[in-house]
């Protein structure tokens, strides 16, 4: 990854910096060929204190030198008032009214917490899958009182929506739209964030059970997949008002079942699935599809964009959360045991990296692509 | 459980007493009100060595007292010439000939091992769904070269299939038959038997394969939870020749995906499933009729079968494997979550003991009935 | 276990009734033969529900029906006037006050925290070990303001502690007093209660520290291997003061090194020893001793004692915390692998279950032995 | 890590390269500096196939395009012909015929397996401790019927062995000979090889003992941390015959206690110690010996070698496996805990990645160091 010729680097925020998807935005920020961390925010906790006192530090990797005396604030707009991008690993239960009051600030917050994705004026992007929901964001400026000029909130979608989603959208492209999709996850420790899970609970262990994510699942996938359409008759600043059409021309019945099961990293995801196409594409055409498929955001030159964003497995074992989580440094997806279902049309395995493509990564890619597209003024 | 009024104890020999299932067979034997173990049988490694010099007892309970001196025997019938029940817990690489010629000897065998499951004579029986399935050994018997009296074969089934059909056969029982079935597994290391499943292999990771598995379930399922049909115009010994109807008057359509998980003892299964009939039950009639359901192998007083055929847990997070498995001895299964399916009708989650109801218990349990039904003569 | 011929049972109450050790003391007490659990108390959050609303059950048996409707108290000594003995399984950072509260109000306590084992008055018993020193109860009843009549505290000790102390217990017995004592445990996660410690922190790893626990062990040792001592001059009620002598006729070094590993529960200790006496014993005669050691808890009657204080094990790879923790419900130990330690005399291993002898059963023993003594008035 | 300058690459071979301790120096060679992959040794089963049919990979990086598609030789000298230097991941059923014969073919074999360790005039070398031990070859190859020009055998230690050797002689260098150590491992299950130990036997378990492996850490350190002396009066090619003195001139007591965890890799050892100096180093002065220690192999410019042989951590309870190993690529050594302790002088735990520096990396950096010596003629 190469800085861009010419420019200066672009300064980020991080709120929630000491928490888990904290960290990670750290960790990938500090190596970031665009971006550099300006300011660290936190609970009154952690406020005043340097990082390397607040943080608990949990990452595999160590902490970056450039952050340890950096002096962590409260979360309030003023201190990140020269950043041009705001990342949020926030708690969704302080992550509402703080992301608000960033945005009412002018400020542009990129948020992996969970408050907004239903907001019909905010987009809930898969880097890998609809950045151009990006153009909502004229929309949600207009609409705020008072109209924004660079504030906005986007958010990236749940870890277990996002591994799914990448292989859907892939597959979307190549064969259509899809009609029905069962979903079983079988998800990693690390996506119920730090201290989360007891050992007691989850070792020698499976719980069939993580509260409210099946819903999310069910609902971000229909935002995410469909499309835009214009409200009739309804318009902001004399432009037609949007909105999301929740893969409405379609309709897509989603059951997902959620599993919690002993591993620390990687999201696994048994799918099946029906296209509306008849004949439906065989096992061998959707393998294809799925390693032909190149993200707008790589092709665009997101430089946190995976190489491959779909790995496709030959091994009939294979992905494996162990084997396989830390390739690309997990910013993208793997898939594998593509084979016909005998219910619906193809079933195969999707396993992502929930704490990478899953939350800190997409968030990332999000900024990037918003950069790109002048979204974002740097 | 009670020794059988003035009956002498029933000799029961047990084919690869030294491997995990045979291991578990003495376990439970050993302690049995009915069955007296009288004959060990083992590969030619162990043969002529005492059980205790043979076996790398790999159980939680301590070895029982009455096998530790007892000679293991090479696996052929004349050592067993005196046992009612052979009890099989052989590997499928030598079952199927050391069987045969068991059953050949004359000798009633209940299998674990895979090799019969398929054979059109063979009936293949989880114990608290459908043992009226016996009433194929006539035929077995009769059309045998020589013809038998008492030699037989019976096989239980898969120990991921056992789990889930109990709770299906409760369904269809109270509702009707099934049309269609998603299954998940998340399987524990202990199904796949010692040294089974490399540590590196499993630690803080998923594999989300098993060779054969899904065809299994698939397979089976349809097999004992269908009925069996005259053959018409075809007769043995004066009367007409069963088959099995594998489903065959509501076509079952079966997905199963199959993934091993660091657990050690416990299968989970997350099943979605649709009736034939409209409208289909609701998650409370379902739950109520699960809960009501008695197998014929607990009325008849099999003293092996559970007092509870299946437990319905309502903590959302119930059942786990570490915390639900040992419930009963692992004789019955345990079912959580009953809810609509968004694109079926009805999706729940199943556990049960993979060694216990889904390993031997369950031989134990149809040899119990056997005895009743007086098909092995004691 | 039999009831006492001719006895009430005798009735108890339980503090923390719904944290990890209550819950265990719950188990425990439901079956047992003497006891009925009578009162139970836990924080005010829980005061006034149901037990079974109350709690988070986290125990692999049901939770026992007598139990789920008692009222839970707040730990205040009322409810429980009429129990004869109050168990104790608070945390530490409520255990001091409240204990305090109970004996001022004439009631027995026994207690799982740590609280006041380092009291000069209060005993420490590790009920296989050292009950004996129940006999300066008298003296903290004399020396309280005012004088009790029945109320004092009894301490059990840290569940790693307990684990090598029961070897040590023996092996002083039968070969006269330790010199010098190296100690590094294997400790499972049930040891740190529950929550306790969060998965991402112990699967796949390990944790060479555990906070004020090698100190604990250190300290705790002395006390219990130690006798008592009549304080020159100083009397109360006519009586010689009495202090325990922290093993101080042979000072006694220990080292400890503590680690936590992924093991829900049995904590394994590796344990090099050097005796007083020249030359030392052998291993055989060290495996012996072991094995021959009866308690006097168990001599006395106590039906909670284990039939076998410590089982010795002969495979050289055993004992294993999967394998051997649950042996005798928990309430012996168990050793393995003595051999020869080229530094100092023995090494060996020891296995103990932490929740069971470690915790709440050695709470319940020292009951027991008091019952039998007279201490307790039931 | 650079290229030579001006100098070819040096051809290298592997033998066992379809083993784990092969595919780990298949990993590391992929990209070294100086050397390249040029023939592969593997079982008769293995030989004849390309080397992506042969394995089945098990490391998480994957198998590097430059192996795909050599194919495997069977273990004879031949095909290695023109290796500079062969590494031995040979099981040790098999190594000692082969390494020898490897040998007697003028080829120079550094070795993983335990073979030759013993062997009075084979070195065995910890890099970052004893390279100069590489100065008996001269001896080895002298000895050799027929003398050999190039070939010799150098072994590296066991993996346990290697992970606190370092520490030690990084203290003995700054402090003098030390006379006793206590050692308690804590292994991860790589350590054992693939498929190596079953699941079944390490999920939430212990096992508190490796066949082996407490003699051979006892033994080897003797011959690691010590010197050489002249044999008097004995010669060869009129020099003085050297022998390993075992650390004779500081008697060192050694005390080694073994046990597996369920950790997948990183090697937990807890270490005390005492100097024969008194009065002995503070945990003070012992972090600042090991902080400053720099290896001789690193000192020489041996690429492979860590810039930081030991890392001392500050934070109470690391290191720790999961969060620690990777760190250097494993190459450095992990401390922590230093502390006094209460028998002997110092007690402390060390982490070490036990297959990188513990295995392949070891032998790598020794054939460096042989390079820069000139006893390898590339």
């Known amino acids: 990854m190469q800085r861009m010729a010419g420019k200066e680097p672009i300064k980020v925020g991080i709120l929630g910096a000491t928490g888990t998807v904290g960290q990670r935005f750290i960790t990938l920020l500090s190596v970031h060929p665009w971006f550099t961390i300006h300011a660290l925010g936190a609970s009154s906790r952690s406020a005043g204190k340097v990082y390397a006192a607040a943080a608990n530090w949990k990452q595999i990797t160590y902490m970056p030198n450039a952050v340890k005396d950096m002096i962590v604030h409260e979360c309030k707009p003023e201190p990140f008032a020269e950043c041009a991008i705001v990342f949020s690993g926030l708690d969704s239960d302080v992550a509402g009214e703080i992301e608000s009051a960033f945005r009412a600030a002018d400020l542009a917050v990129f948020s992996n917490a969970k408050n907004y994705r239903r907001d019909p004026h905010v987009p809930l ?4 899958v609809n950045p151009e929901h990006l153009s909502i964001i004229g929309q949600q400026q207009a ?7 660079k504030g906005f909130i986007v958010t990236n979608a749940n870890c ?6 990448i292989a859907l959208a892939a597959l979307e492209k190549a064969f259509g739209p899809l009609e029905t999709l069962m979903i079983t996850t079988l998800q990693a420790i690390s996506g119920a964030g730090y201290p989360g899970v007891p050992s007691l609970d ?14 999310k699942i069910e609902w971000e996938t229909r ?15 004399g432009r037609p008002l949007q909105q999301f059409d929740m893969h409405a021309q379609t309709p897509l019945k989603i059951s997902a079942a959620c599993n919690r099961v002993p591993v620390t990293t990687g999201h696994m995801i048994n799918v099946s699935l029906k296209f509306s196409r008849r004949p439906p594409p065989s096992p061998q055409q959707v393998c294809e599809a799925l390693k ?3 993200s707008d955001a790589q092709l665009q030159g997101c430089p946190s964009a995976p190489l491959q964003t779909i790995t496709v497995h030959d091994a009939p074992d294979r992905p494996q959360p162990r084997m396989d989580r830390a390739h690309q440094d997990g910013a993208g ?4 045991r593509v084979r016909q279902c005998p219910v619906l049309d193809i079933k195969f395995v999707v396993l992502a990296d929930n704490v990478s493509i899953g939350a800190a990564t997409s968030s990332i890619i999000n900024a990037e692509y918003a950069v790109l597209q002048g979204v974002v003024s740097s």
Do not use: C, F, W
Request: hydrophobic letters at 40%; glycine letters at 10%; zero cysteines.
């Open 125 to 128: 992007i898969v880097p890998l």
């Open 143 to 149: 609409l705020h009182s008072p109209p924004l000029k």
């Open 160 to 165: 277990s929506t996002t591994a799914h989603v």
């Open 202 to 215: 989850i070792i020698d262990n499976v719980v069939p059970y993580i509260s409210g994510e099946e819903e």
């Open 223 to 237: 935002k995410i997949l469909g499309g835009m359409e214009e409200m009739e008759g309804q318009t902001v600043s």
């Open 292 to 294: 032909a498929y190149r």
């Open 333 to 336: 997806i793997n898939v594998g």
